[in-house]
């Protein structure tokens, strides 16, 4: 038996990572994996990366509490159709490998959140009606050449397509049926028009055409403008481009009077509900706020990162406690365990930017971790924690591990550890560990900067990061109200670079901040 198998079937641990130069000998030599792991039922995270594997054993159905399967940047040409017997799935990320397609068992899958299948060789995608809680869909740089088949009334929660470097001619008119699209990426594919339907996507604020032969050519000049807007693409798009079915849009005649009417006696109505709501005020990024610069060494550890500024915050009393338990059960529930990304929070008077993040190693990580005594190496952190660990495992009565102790083995594979550290180079952050005495939140703290970074997705990021502000705005720990009682909070933007101060990711933008079933209202920057 593998030690990292081993490991997790003695302690009985629910996370299992296999990467490395040692595994991948081992996965040469046996031609896949040790035949233990798929009797690991107890496991709800898979993650296997930057190996030979080939295959999955059929027998991955056994492994039906998983609610991860990572298998990035494998050699995988196919997945067991088994595999939509794991009912529990949420996220599914395949990137990187050499599959054609994907098993039709995969409309099975309705727990499944995201799905991410991007650099691979697939040339159609099965049907997915049946995955009705898909959020994320990314089939970026494979060899699709008809656009898929998603646009299906029961994939409600349908709101980020990826099919950017395809070969796609076409966009299906039936696009408007995904209700809660908002991010579509057609860049760089076979296009020579787009349907007007595309215009009626109410929720659509993103859309990148860029790369495409559009034969308009005054609408191929607006898309590939420097700065065009998305919803000047939009506003293209319902002005000349062509209707291809009568009935996917609006509507004429009578009908269409009658939709007018009724939304006309609704505006009032409508002013008196955003009254009840929750207000976020969103603030333009300025040069006072710490950016947050990306190095290139932490792109094979835990790439993404999207901060902001949670402004005049009440942590006194008790309201300091909400603040930190209410992230601790987000670490436990949307992170994954940290698994899939993790939260920290600094006393934005305490920083001093701008901030890097990078990656290290962890002999050469010096930080003064949270409720501890001293400044040490993150090698000395993780082995007093280890140390501790083993302690709490050998109490009466004791089977599980409580706090910090509980994430140990997320950094095991890696050599190099993600940090960020502040102007003077001093770290403040250890993700997924933890963040640093020097920065922490007090009850005297008054505006909160959030950190979120994520080994899976920007946008498993950017979910998170929405989780803490709708969080926040729940727990009474915002002092600001408006008329009807209702809490203001206000968002200050945060910028992250990469290497050459060119814009990563701005967080809040647009896109963001959409919460589906929450009276919320949201209040940006003009521009």
């Known amino acids: 038996m593998w030690p990292e198998v081993k490991l ?49 054993e059929d027998s991955i159905s056994v492994l039906d509490n998983l609610t991860s399967l990572i298998l990035q940047a494998n050699n995988l040409g196919k997945l067991p159709e088994t595999i939509g017997k794991l009912q529990k799935l949420k996220i599914l990320d395949v990137s990187f490998n050499c599959l054609e397609g994907l098993p039709d068992s995969i409309s099975q899958l309705s727990s499944l959140a995201t799905l991410n299948a991007c650099s691979n060789k697939i040339c159609a995608l099965p049907n997915i009606e049946g995955c009705v809680n898909l959020s994320i869909l990314d089939l970026g740089h494979n060899n699709l050449e008809k656009f898929p088949n998603i646009c299906h009334e029961n994939l409600l929660r349908l709101s980020d397509v990826k099919l950017n470097d395809n070969q796609i001619t076409d966009v299906s008119p039936n696009l408007p049926r995904l209700a809660s699209l908002k991010i579509l990426d057609l860049g760089n594919n076979a296009l020579k028009t787009v349907p007007g339907e595309v215009a009626d996507c109410a929720r659509l604020k993103d859309l990148n055409l860029r790369g495409n032969p559009l034969s308009d050519r005054h609408f191929k000049k607006v898309v590939e403008a420097e700065r065009c807007t ?33 939304g006309k006696g609704k505006r009032k109505s409508d002013e008196q509900m955003e009254d009840l709501c929750h207000e976020l005020h969103v603030l333009h990024f300025c040069e006072s706020v710490p950016k947050v610069q990306v190095s290139s060494e932490v792109k094979d550890v835990r790439p993404y990162i999207v901060c902001c500024i949670l402004q005049r915050v009440d942590l006194k009393d008790e309201n300091l406690k909400k603040f930190i338990t209410a992230q601790t059960k987000l670490h436990d529930g949307i992170c994954e365990k940290r698994m899939s990304a993790t939260i920290a929070t600094h006393d934005l008077s305490k920083i001093k930017g701008p901030l890097k993040y990078t990656a290290r190693n962890p002999d050469e990580i010096r930080i003064h971790p949270l409720v501890r005594g001293k ?37 095991d594979p890696w050599s190099q550890w ?59 720990v915002i002092p600001e109200k408006n008329e009807a009682g209702k809490t203001i909070l206000t968002i200050q933007q945060v910028r992250v670079e990469d290497d050459e101060g060119n814009l990563k990711v701005i967080y809040p933008s647009r896109t963001d901040l959409m919460y589906e079933n929450e009276a919320v209202k949201i209040i940006m920057p003009k521009k």
């Open 230 to 262: 998305p919803k000047r693409v939009l506003g293209n798009i319902k002005q000349h481009c062509p209707r291809i079915s009568e009935d996917s849009g609006v509507g004429d005649g009578k009908g269409k009077k009658g939709k007018h009417a009724k």
């Open 8 to 56: 997790v079937k003695e302690e009985k641990r629910y996370e299992l990572v296999l990467s490395g130069e040692d595994v991948n000998k081992r996965i040469e030599r046996q031609g896949g994996l040790d035949p233990a792991v798929y009797e690991l039922t107890q496991l709800n995270f898979l993650r296997i990366s930057k190996s030979p594997l080939t295959s999955l």
């Open 418 to 476: 993600p940090c960020i550290v502040n102007a003077d180079n001093i770290v403040i952050s250890l993700p997924p560990l933890t963040n640093s005495e020097n920065t922490k939140i007090t009850q005297e703290t008054v505006d909160v900067f959030v950190e979120v970074t994520s080994g899976v997705s920007l946008n498993k990021a950017k979910e998170v990061m929405d989780a803490v502000v709708l969080s926040a705005l729940n727990l009474g």
């Open 375 to 411: 400044e040490v190496s993150a090698k000395e952190l993780h082995e007093g924690l280890q140390v501790e660990a083993e302690a709490q495992r050998k109490q009466p009565k004791r089977n599980n591990m409580s706090g910090i102790h509980r994430f140990l083995h997320i950094v």
